[in-house]
Nanobody, 115 residues
Framework: QLQLVESGGGLVQPGGSLRLSCAAS????????MSWYRQAPGKERELVATIGSTGGYRNYADSVKGRFTISRDNAKNTVYLQMNSLNPEDTAMYYC????????WGQGTQVTVSS
């Protein structure tokens, strides 16, 4: 069955960096677009970044442009989110997503930015 497993979250100080990973299995990873979403307490889930199947297409939310970078390794069936210059507004649960006839989500990884 299709599975997405996120890792790499944690507590970081403002201005710090984190790299999230999402390990995928159960489908032909290299054929599908992958995305990262986030949801902060009391807020709706929002799209953070998307990457095309080959990595040639990348799109970012305005709030993270220039700070976050999405990438993928199709040999490892893994998508990454490098997050730099983190600020408290980036605090959220981060989810990996793909659409293979329907939406699939991982369990999420918590990112907390605080001094």
């Amino acid at each position: 069955q299709l599975q997405l497993v996120e890792s790499g979250g944690g507590l970081v100080q403002p201005g710090g960096s984190l790299r999230l990973s999402c390990a995928a299995s159960g489908f032909t990873f290299s054929r599908y677009r992958m995305s990262w979403y986030r949801q902060a307490p009391g807020k709706e889930r929002e799209l953070v970044a998307t990457i095309g199947s080959t990595g040639g297409y990348r799109n970012y939310a305005d709030s993270v442009k220039g700070r976050f970078t999405i990438s993928r390794d199709n040999a490892k069936n893994t998508v990454y989110l490098q997050m730099n210059s983190l600020n408290p507004e980036d605090t959220a649960m981060y989810y990996c997503n793909t659409v293979v006839t329907t939406d699939y989500w991982g369990q999420g990884t918590q990112v907390t930015v605080s001094s």
